[in-house]
């Protein structure tokens, strides 16, 4: 660079004392600048000493630091000069080991570093489709009823298990397109792709339908970075059925003659299984495994006495809940409904969905009343999906644990 009267632009010399990341520092010694100020932690390597922080490490000799008493794990600042570190004093003393729970974390900063490029990439693709973030209560009189759920008490309340019913009150509040990337807890399912407190992406938009939250999906594993043959693959439920299983749902109605078929293809049923009992062994262990492996699957249509909070379509043949859910990589990644806004018929769900917890032994907290008298006052027309984001993004970066891509999994 030249400066207007001809001669060279002097460098600006570096703040007394500011601290400069050291792949900067490193960048700032090969183009000529004084010793710039440092500071990372120790460790020792091949006879040497590491610093490093985390934008990159430097190597230098163990006496350098051993004059200022600074030993390996200990915390220094310095004045970094061409494979030497000057002025070092000690910040921190290393006087224990980390905990074990602990001492992957600085390993992983990288693996976080790319998980917030993927939130950041979320966030963007909605901003783009003019959409509300919000941010809604942890806390709730009512998590969610659904037999399977297995809700953590929070004092007199419950820790969400879904934003749900507060997204959609904000819906019959008048807002049409809103998102929030929300902490949820669950306790019913273990494993390397579940986590008893997770973030969970949900969203809705209003007078749409579920082609939208389709192409959403999409798009978002597009801008996460994740690439998919196209198109997807899109079954039903009772396709799915047919092709993986060899079973017609729609001639299957009558518990015990589901339960015969399923023990015949070698599928173990319990006495007291009833017909969605019945179906989860079955699709376990015979269609889940199919779902999602060479492309994304999208699997619609589920039983009628799945459908939660979603729209029924009857059928004298085999009424189905209009819902679908999203596989890829042969992960359950979301799970979309056509929602359901008649205030009577969502109350009769609920208070038959607390009427079996409690004959079942399980926790049965009350109605949310709010969200009921939100139906009431007029719900516009929506299409609602719940994502997990913490599977997005192991699936973006390749990983198959999810406590990799968190920086504490619980």
């Known amino acids: 660079m030249t400066a207007r009267g001809g001669g060279a632009t002097p460098r600006p010399p570096a703040a007394p004392g500011a601290r400069v990341p050291l792949a900067a520092a490193l960048a700032r010694l090969r183009a000529g600048f004084s010793p710039p100020a440092v500071a990372g ?97 942890h806390r709730v009189v009512c998590p969610g009823l659904e037999p399977h759920l297995v809700a953590q008490p929070a004092g007199d309340r419950w820790l969400i298990t879904s934003p749900e019913l507060h997204l959609k009150r904000l819906l019959a509040a008048g807002a049409e397109r809103v998102f929030e990337i929300a902490r949820a807890w669950r306790g019913d399912e273990h494993g390397p792709w579940h986590l008893p407190e997770f973030a969970m992406l949900e969203w809705y938009r209003a007078y749409e339908g579920l082609d939208a939250l389709e192409a959403d999906v999409l798009a978002l594993l597009d801008a ?31 518990p015990r003659a589901f339960g015969a078929a399923a023990g015949a293809l070698g599928v173990r049923v319990a006495p007291g299984d009833d017909w969605d009992d019945v179906f989860f062994r079955v699709f376990l262990e015979r269609v889940e495994p199919h779902l999602g492996r060479d492309r994304v699957t999208v699997l619609a249509e589920y039983p009628a006495s799945q459908a939660a909070l979603a729209r029924v379509r009857p059928d004298p043949e085999f009424p189905v809940a209009l819902r679908f859910e999203v596989y890829a990589s042969g992960v359950e990644l979301a799970n979309a409904f056509d929602e359901l806004t008649d205030p009577c018929e969502q109350r009769r769900r609920h208070e038959a969905d607390r009427a079996w917890r409690a004959a079942h032994g399980r926790e049965a907290p009350p109605l949310d009343e709010a969200f009921l008298a939100a139906l009431a006052a007029g719900h516009p027309p929506a299409a609602g999906i719940a994502l997990g984001l913490d599977r997005l993004v192991a699936l973006a970066l390749g990983e198959n644990d999810l406590a990799r891509v968190v920086p504490f999994a619980g």
């Open 41 to 137: 932690r120790l460790s020792a390597r091949g006879g040497r000493f590491v610093l490093s922080d985390a934008s990159g490490e430097v190597e230098f000799e163990v006496a350098v630091a051993a004059r200022a008493g600074a030993r390996p794990g200990d915390l220094v600042a310095g004045r970094l000069g061409d494979g030497v570190l000057e002025e070092v004093r000690v910040l921190a003393r290393a006087v224990a080991p980390p905990l074990p729970e602990d001492a992957g974390l600085a390993a992983r900063l990288p693996l976080l570093e790319r998980r917030a490029r993927v939130v950041d990439a979320v966030r963007g693709y909605f901003r783009g489709q003019g959409f509300l973030e919000v941010t809604t209560p």
């Open 224 to 254: 996460a970075g994740c690439r998919f043959a196209r198109p997807p693959e899109r079954l039903t439920v009772r396709e799915a059925f047919s092709r993986h299983a060899g079973l017609d749902l729609a001639a299957l109605r009558d």
